[in-house]
């Protein structure tokens, strides 16, 4: 465990020491929030060191090495200080850390106290095997092995990755810097994220408050910060308690028995995935849907791109709203290209992103210029709009160049969803909400004129109102139309209505503990107040069950400690393999093609591709179908690596070899599992030289 800590430590400090970089221009950036921003400081240096490594190295201008990384870091040193010396602004920026030093530093403990507890919860199921995590391990491998980019398609040789990977690419920059292992940095990458998005929204949470209070409260604040926070990185939703109460009805003759020994059984019998996939799916029918949350996304820890944005998009909101906390009706050129910036982060990282949050970005600037300046500003904020749009194509063109989207196209929806699912799912924010909206509609109503408004709705009030517009807009829109993909029609609404409604539930957190603080500041009853805050109380304790089932059920009730090393679960199921494994990453330097045998998608099949980013001609057929665009190009390949382990004709083997640029042939216990007549004999008389082998496995060199 001691070693465990040394790696958190070190990759704590890692961060750390990028987040330097941006403190100048995020204390500038947030000048107005009561903690400056501290926070977002790691996630802009983040980003914006990603970038312009992705930059550089798609143009071949530095390759993706420590020596690269100098030069990038060079470079912002050289920003900083000019930044920093121009009109004097060291002394401004020296004043902030001497009068606010405390706040940065608890923040700074709580951010690394959050990253070593979810370490420690990943050490007791640290596999990175099951669902896509082959897939984002591979992405993060391939990245490190990457001198220049876009990273090379471990499943695909000869092509790059076709996928949102520059949150990836983030994990394997930090991983590079920090020379920890990529078994171990990968679990280092979801406690990261489940940090970072504990203590970004924290921030924005509590200066929404801040910023609304005419008289200056830090309990007040203080607790809404931290409400939202664990709402939003670690609450569920009110599945849990309808569904152990389902249990405990059908368990006992359709009675709801209050007994503990008959909640207990029936709590025993939650299965915490179901929260997740509750619509189609309970009762089964033919319109089966995916609607997960972030703690979810902790938990089960793929490394995926809707995770992965979440601290993009946190930060994207808390930009919007500082730079909204002064207006000015003009074109404001700092807003708009930072705008298009980060935007273009978020499509590069889970591109659904960039059509949600420019909805928010659209909703809040036109009702924010509207109480503010009346409907002269609706042109204004139109051709705000379409520059922050080709801003946002600018920065994200690089990526765009090498990768080819994957809709289908929209379709009208032909199933829906039961308004009591959608209940279960979102109820509890709704009840949350509704008070809120209530009261602007009628404080609306009652002030006719723009100054009336203005006076009376503070921007943490707009601010809120447009989150709970989009969020409730995305709900809605899975209702009426998808996104084609390739997925079979039993499932065609799921990825829609999971990359939507993901947002939707950020979006309400976020809100949850500004309006609980907002309505107890507003309402005038004492008796209406503590109504509420009694709903508003069984419903967040409601919320925060849900965690404990899923930690509970994924990591073995936290009984067996086994380290950060996801790689180690292959010593026990292929030992071999696992050994073959670590000497390729210690022997085989670049990235030369090593065949493997095709395996489908979510089985263990690709192991090597995964754990050591070479490409392999092809990898999980189902992912590659998505990818490329069809079937035909991944059906080809697979049946040349068939004739490759196969065919009993050395001049056809040979011709597939070269084809593919083949430089390794791995066999191992896949390779006996999906091709029972293999006979590695013929490699050797094919002039192939034995580099590594334990047991079974060997690694063949042409």
Request: aromatic share 20%; with cysteine.
């Amino acid at each position: 465990m001691f070693r465990d800590f040394t790696f958190i430590f070190s990759w704590w400090l890692t961060i750390f020491s990028l987040s330097l970089l941006s403190l100048p221009i995020v204390f500038h950036i947030f000048s107005k929030f009561w903690d400056n921003g501290y926070i977002f400081a790691k996630t802009l240096s983040l980003v914006v060191i990603t970038y312009l490594v992705l930059i550089f190295g798609i143009f071949k201008i530095l390759p993706f090495n420590i020596a690269g990384l100098v030069m990038i870091f060079l470079i912002l040193i050289l920003f900083n200080f000019f930044f920093l010396f121009h009109k004097k602004r060291y002394l401004w920026f020296l004043k902030i850390i001497k009068s606010k030093y405390k706040i940065f530093l608890i923040e700074e403990i709580l951010f690394l106290l959050i990253l070593a507890i979810w370490s420690y919860i990943r050490g007791f199921a640290p596999s990175i095997e099951g669902l896509e995590k082959y897939m984002d391990w591979g992405f993060v491998n391939s990245a490190i092995r990457s001198d220049f980019l876009p990273p090379q398609d471990m499943w695909f040789a000869g092509e790059v990755i076709n996928y949102y990977y520059f949150g990836h690419l983030i994990f394997a920059l930090i991983t590079k810097l920090s020379q920890i292992p990529s078994s171990v940095s990968y679990n280092l990458a979801i406690a990261t994220i489940c940090s970072l998005t504990f203590i970004s929204t924290f921030s924005l949470s509590s200066n929404l408050v801040y910023l609304s209070l005419k008289k200056k409260n830090t309990y007040k604040y203080i607790i809404a910060g931290l409400i939202s926070a664990l709402l939003l990185t670690f609450g569920g939703n009110i599945h849990t308690v309808f569904k152990i109460a389902k249990i405990n009805i059908s368990q006992n003759n359709n009675q709801f028995v209050w007994t503990k020994s008959a909640i207990s059984k029936a709590a025993s019998s939650y299965w915490y995935p179901d929260a997740t996939r509750f619509i189609g799916h309970d009762p089964d029918i033919k319109d089966k849907t995916i609607h997960e949350f972030p703690v979810y996304s902790f938990v089960v820890a793929d490394l995926h791109g809707h995770m992965n944005d979440i601290i993009v998009v946190i930060f994207f909101m808390a930009f919007l709203l500082a730079s909204f906390l002064t207006q000015k009706q003009k074109l404001n050129w700092q807003f708009i290209i930072f705008s298009g910036f980060i935007l273009s982060l978020c499509y590069m990282t889970n591109a659904w992103d960039f059509a949600i949050y420019g909805l928010l970005l659209a909703i809040f600037t036109l009702i924010i210029n509207y109480f503010s300046f009346g409907k002269q500003s609706f042109i204004t904020t139109i051709l705000s709009g379409l520059l922050i749009i080709l801003f946002w194509y600018l920065f994200s063109l690089p990526f765009s160049l090498r990768f080819i989207p994957m809709m289908e196209g929209i379709k009208i929806s032909d199933g829906h969803t039961p308004f009591y699912q959608l209940f279960v799912l979102y109820g509890g924010f709704w009840i949350i909400c509704l008070p809120f909206i209530f009261y602007f509609i009628y404080s609306f109503f009652r002030r006719s004129t723009i100054y009336n408004l203005k006076s009376k709705f503070s921007t943490s009030d707009l601010f809120i109102l447009s989150l709970i517009i989009v969020a409730n807009l995305l709900i809605i829109i899975p209702e009426l139309i998808y996104i084609k993909d390739i997925y079979i029609y039993e499932h065609r609404r799921a990825n829609t209505m999971f990359k939507l409604v993901y947002q939707s539930f950020i979006l309400y957190s976020l809100c949850s503990g500004y309006i609980l603080v907002r309505l107890s500041e507003i309402l005038k009853s004492k008796f209406s107040i503590n109504i509420y805050k009694i709903f508003f109380t069984l419903i967040f304790v409601i919320h925060m069950i849900y965690p404990y089932f899923a930690i509970k059920s994924y990591y073995g009730e936290l009984r067996l400690y086994r380290g950060l090393d996801g790689l180690t679960y292959l010593k026990d199921l292929y030992p071999d393999n696992y050994k073959a494994i670590l000497w390729i990453n210690k022997n085989i330097s670049g990235q030369p093609v090593m065949l493997e045998a095709v395996g489908d998608s979510y089985t263990t099949f690709n192991q090597v591709s995964s754990a050591t980013g070479l490409p392999t001609i092809q990898g999980w057929i189902v992912h590659e179908w998505l990818w490329r665009g069809g079937y035909d190009a991944p059906a080809a390949r697979q049946s040349d690596v068939e004739k490759i382990y196969l065919s009993k004709d050395v001049e056809e083997t040979q011709t597939l070899l070269s084809q593919y640029q083949v430089k390794y042939i791995f066999v191992g216990d896949k390779e006996y599992e999906k091709y029972p007549e293999l006979n590695p004999e013929k490699f050797k008389n094919i002039g192939a030289k034995v580099v590594f082998q334990s047991g079974k496995t060997t690694v063949y060199q042409l």
